[in-house]
Protein backbone atom coordinates (compact mmCIF):
# COMPACT_ATOMS: atom_id res chain seq x y z
CA UNK A 1 0.00 0.00 0.00
CA UNK A 2 1.45 3.25 -1.19
CA UNK A 3 1.48 6.63 1.41
CA UNK A 4 -0.33 9.17 0.75
CA UNK A 5 1.10 12.14 -1.06
CA UNK A 6 2.94 14.80 1.34
CA UNK A 7 1.62 18.75 0.31
CA UNK A 8 4.32 19.33 -1.66
CA UNK A 9 4.39 16.31 -3.72
CA UNK A 10 0.98 16.74 -4.32
CA UNK A 11 1.13 20.37 -5.17
CA UNK A 12 4.13 20.23 -7.28
CA UNK A 13 6.69 23.01 -7.61
CA UNK A 14 5.38 26.39 -5.35
CA UNK A 15 2.26 24.70 -4.59
CA UNK A 16 1.13 24.38 -8.35
CA UNK A 17 0.16 21.19 -10.28
CA UNK A 18 2.66 20.05 -12.96
CA UNK A 19 1.70 19.67 -16.06
CA UNK A 20 2.60 17.80 -19.34
CA UNK A 21 0.77 20.11 -21.45
CA UNK A 22 1.49 23.45 -22.96
CA UNK A 23 0.41 26.24 -20.80
CA UNK A 24 -2.71 28.07 -22.43
CA UNK A 25 -2.47 32.19 -23.30
CA UNK A 26 -3.68 33.86 -20.59
CA UNK A 27 -6.36 35.91 -22.23
CA UNK A 28 -9.34 36.49 -19.59
CA UNK A 29 -12.36 38.34 -21.05
CA UNK A 30 -12.30 41.65 -19.21
CA UNK A 31 -15.84 43.33 -17.82
CA UNK A 32 -16.72 46.63 -18.59
CA UNK A 33 -14.80 48.38 -15.56
CA UNK A 34 -18.27 50.04 -14.74
CA UNK A 35 -20.23 46.51 -14.07
CA UNK A 36 -19.89 44.73 -10.41
CA UNK A 37 -17.88 42.10 -11.94
CA UNK A 38 -15.27 45.18 -12.82
CA UNK A 39 -15.64 46.49 -9.94
CA UNK A 40 -14.86 43.32 -8.20
CA UNK A 41 -11.69 42.09 -10.63
CA UNK A 42 -10.29 45.64 -9.87
CA UNK A 43 -10.05 45.26 -6.24
CA UNK A 44 -8.65 41.81 -6.70
CA UNK A 45 -6.06 43.30 -9.11
CA UNK A 46 -5.40 45.24 -6.44
CA UNK A 47 -3.97 41.98 -4.37
CA UNK A 48 -7.17 42.44 -2.22
CA UNK A 49 -8.62 39.33 -0.50
CA UNK A 50 -12.29 40.23 -0.93
CA UNK A 51 -15.41 38.50 1.11
CA UNK A 52 -19.43 39.22 0.60
CA UNK A 53 -18.84 41.68 3.15
CA UNK A 54 -16.98 44.32 1.06
CA UNK A 55 -19.53 43.84 -1.53
CA UNK A 56 -22.09 44.90 0.78
CA UNK A 57 -19.80 47.77 1.85
CA UNK A 58 -19.03 48.85 -1.70
CA UNK A 59 -21.77 48.52 -4.02
CA UNK A 60 -24.51 47.50 -1.67
CA UNK A 61 -24.84 43.82 -3.54
CA UNK A 62 -24.41 40.58 -2.07
CA UNK A 63 -23.83 38.60 -4.95
CA UNK A 64 -19.99 38.09 -4.60
CA UNK A 65 -19.79 34.62 -5.36
CA UNK A 66 -21.95 35.34 -8.34
CA UNK A 67 -19.61 37.05 -9.97
CA UNK A 68 -17.04 35.88 -9.10
CA UNK A 69 -18.51 32.53 -11.05
CA UNK A 70 -18.78 34.82 -13.91
CA UNK A 71 -14.97 36.08 -14.07
CA UNK A 72 -13.97 32.64 -13.69
CA UNK A 73 -16.15 31.44 -16.51
CA UNK A 74 -14.39 34.48 -18.35
CA UNK A 75 -10.78 32.84 -17.49
CA UNK A 76 -9.78 34.58 -14.68
CA UNK A 77 -7.89 31.93 -12.13
CA UNK A 78 -9.56 33.10 -8.78
CA UNK A 79 -8.81 31.40 -6.10
CA UNK A 80 -10.90 31.14 -3.18
CA UNK A 81 -10.57 29.95 0.58
CA UNK A 82 -12.61 29.27 3.56
CA UNK A 83 -11.98 32.29 6.25
CA UNK A 84 -13.86 31.51 10.08
CA UNK A 85 -16.43 33.97 10.43
CA UNK A 86 -18.08 32.69 13.91
CA UNK A 87 -21.87 33.80 14.84
CA UNK A 88 -24.01 33.37 17.62
CA UNK A 89 -26.11 31.39 15.42
CA UNK A 90 -23.61 29.66 13.55
CA UNK A 91 -20.34 29.43 15.78
CA UNK A 92 -18.95 27.06 13.38
CA UNK A 93 -19.75 29.21 10.05
CA UNK A 94 -17.34 29.57 7.82
CA UNK A 95 -17.19 32.46 4.92
CA UNK A 96 -15.21 32.40 0.88
CA UNK A 97 -12.29 34.78 0.60
CA UNK A 98 -11.33 35.48 -3.09
CA UNK A 99 -7.96 36.34 -4.78
CA UNK A 100 -5.94 36.30 -7.74
CA UNK A 101 -2.87 34.61 -7.60
CA UNK A 102 0.13 36.75 -7.45
CA UNK A 103 1.54 35.22 -10.60
CA UNK A 104 -1.69 36.56 -12.46
CA UNK A 105 -2.07 39.93 -11.25
CA UNK A 106 2.30 39.95 -12.46
CA UNK A 107 0.86 39.21 -15.81
CA UNK A 108 -1.66 41.42 -16.12
CA UNK A 109 0.66 44.57 -14.53
CA UNK A 110 3.07 43.24 -17.80
CA UNK A 111 0.91 43.25 -20.43
CA UNK A 112 -0.97 46.51 -19.26
CA UNK A 113 2.23 48.27 -18.45
CA UNK A 114 3.36 47.29 -22.68
CA UNK A 115 -0.24 48.58 -23.71
Not at 28 to 39: C, L, M, N, R, Y
Not at 42 to 64: A, E, P, T, Y
Not at 65 to 84: C, F, R, T, V
Amino acid sequence: MRKAPTHDQAHGAYGEQLSFLPTPEFSPKWPKHTTIAGIVLGGLLKGSFLDHQDLINGVSSWRLAAYINKLKNDGWPIQSMEKPAPSEQCPTRCIALYALPPAVIAKVQEVRGAA
